[in-house]
T-cell receptor, first 114, second 115 residues
Framework: ELKVEQNPLFLSMQEGKNYTIYCNYS?????LYWYRQDPGKSLESLFV?????AVKQEGRLMASLDTKARLSTLHITAAVHDLSATYFC??????????????FGTGTRLTIIP | NAGVTQTPKFRVLKTGQSMTLLCAQD?????MYWYRQDPGMGLRLIHY???????AKGEVPDGYNVSRLKKQNFLLGLESAAPSQTSVYFC??????????????FGPGTRLTVL
């Protein structure tokens, strides 16, 4: 059974600081997705990572994938209040094929403090 | 292009009542999903469909039924609601298949309370 673990589960950080959220998974995969969820809202797709070494950046967020370590990271640079949200990673276990299911991590609730 | 829509947005039921949640997508996606989200539990897959007329069980299917009579619609039914089914329900869809990655697009959610 595929397990996806995120840490930390809760993160409180000051504006302007850098931090990293980690997503570890238990089976071979080279497809991983990051989503953002604002309180009371739906999930919004942030990044799609499709190969070992993939790196995607948007604004102050950068995501990377290391398939050998079964690890993805979401790095926040110079945090601003607007980044406060819950972030989920999701893993597609069937590399190279259209798999019908994703397995989601439990999420990291990020709060940016002024 | 509305994406994924869900009806209703909020609902309060009494124990034992039944209801149907409707999910619609206008992106011509083959795959559709129903999840529930509870505090501290992340997203858990209830049922999913890989095409019109097909459905399959997910991680937590008990107490729910689904139907996919049309490609664009995916219905989630609760036959006899229980307080344990109080949750936020999300529908998602994806364009997937051999060689295509499974990026899922989510609806706005339905907040269900069972008293």
């Amino acid at each position: 059974e595929l397990k996806v673990e995120q840490n930390p589960l809760f993160l409180s950080m000051q504006e302007g600081k850098n931090y990293t959220i980690y997503c570890n998974y238990s089976t071979t995969s080279d497809r991983l997705y990051w989503y953002r969820q604002d309180p009371g809202k739906s999930l919004e797709s942030l990044f799609v990572l499709l190969s070992n070494g993939a790196v995607k950046q948007e604004g102050r967020l950068m995501a990377s994938l290391d398939t050998k370590a079964r690890l993805s990271t979401l790095h926040i640079t110079a945090a601003v209040h607007d980044l406060s949200a819950t972030y989920f990673c999701a893993v597609d276990p069937n590399s190279g094929f259209g798999n019908e299911k994703l397995t989601f991590g439990t999420g990291t609730r990020l709060t940016i403090i002024p | 292009n509305a994406g994924v829509t869900q009806t209703p947005k909020f609902r309060v039921l009494k124990t034992g009542q039944s209801m149907t949640l409707l999910c619609a997508q206008d992106m011509n996606h083959e795959y559709m999903y129903w999840y529930r989200q509870d505090p501290g539990m992340g997203l858990r897959l209830i049922h999913y469909s890989v095409g019109e007329g097909t459905t399959a069980k997910g991680e937590v299917p008990d107490g729910y039924n689904v139907s996919r009579l049309k490609k664009q619609n995916f219905l989630l039914g609760l036959e006899s609601a229980a307080p344990s089914q109080t949750s936020v329900y999300f529908c998602a869809s994806s364009l997937t298949g051999l060689g295509v990655y499974n990026e899922q697009f989510f609806g706005p959610g339905t907040r269900l309370t069972v008293l």
